[in-house]
């Protein structure tokens, strides 16, 4: 039962414009997101967050939208650059919890 | 400030045999978990650590079991090794507080089995 879905394995954007990431979720009972970039041979790394309360958590190029009435988020980058090309996850969690749920995964291509 | 480390880098092993997966944790962080990628996916929480206790576990057989270290390293242990297995290993630490839970990844293990 996936819990957190990300529909889309890959997404390709032109350098410049606005890269959108989705995520779907489930559970009710999370209340924190993050999200997270993958480059080949690291581990992912810590992007940018939102907790439930807000709907909206803005980070230079990155923004986070929350839409809990539709158990969805979205990443916005603007503008895209080539070195964004990465992997993307969108994770969940249950603050108080221990545990970060992950969704599969949205592969990056910024075209230069 | 050292970072997440991991070793060993890649892993090849048969079926039944037992591996050990070894997590070097940032400085000051007193939690670890541990994350198994299968190709395409993203990763599956298999349990966490917190001051030397565990402290939760998805859904993993308990051949899979860990250790946490008093300087807080980490060790994956994982026996009777099924070709399923065969996946990217991830450690994670994190300073735990209240409200946020923000990770630190190390690179992972690549463990093949055959």
């Known amino acids: 039962d996936q819990q957190v879905k990300q529909n889309s394995p890959s997404l390709s954007v032109q350098e410049g414009r606005i890269s959108i990431l989705n995520c779907d979720y489930t559970n009710s009972m999370f209340d924190y997101f993050l999200w997270y970039k993958k480059y080949p041979a690291e581990g992912p790394t810590f992007l940018i967050s939102i907790s439930s309360i807000k709907d909206k958590n803005e980070d230079g190029r990155f923004t986070v939208f929350l839409n809990k009435s539709a158990k969805h988020l979205s990443l916005h980058i603007v503008p895209s650059q080539p070195g964004d090309s990465a992997v993307y996850f969108c994770?969940?969690?249950?603050?108080?919890?221990?545990?970060?749920?992950f969704g599969a995964g949205t592969r990056l291509f910024v075209k230069a | 400030e050292t970072g997440v480390t991991q070793s060993p880098t890649h892993l090849i092993k048969t079926r039944g045999q037992q591996v050990t997966l070894r997590c070097s944790s940032q400085s000051g962080h007193n939690t670890v978990s541990w994350y198994q990628q299968a190709l395409g996916q993203g990763p599956q929480f298999i349990f966490q650590y917190y001051r030397e206790e565990e402290n939760g576990r998805g859904n993993f057989p308990p051949r899979f079991s860990g250790l946490q270290f008093p300087n807080y390293s980490s060790e994956l242990n994982v026996n009777a090794l099924e070709l399923d297995d065969s996946a990217l290993y991830l450690c994670?630490?994190?300073?735990?507080?209240?409200?946020?839970?923000?990770?630190?990844f190390g690179p992972g293990t690549r463990l093949t089995v055959l």
């Open positions: 994770a969940a969690e249950n603050t108080g919890g221990f545990k970060t749920i």
């Open positions: 994670a630490s994190s300073l735990r507080r209240e409200f946020i839970n923000e990770q630190f």
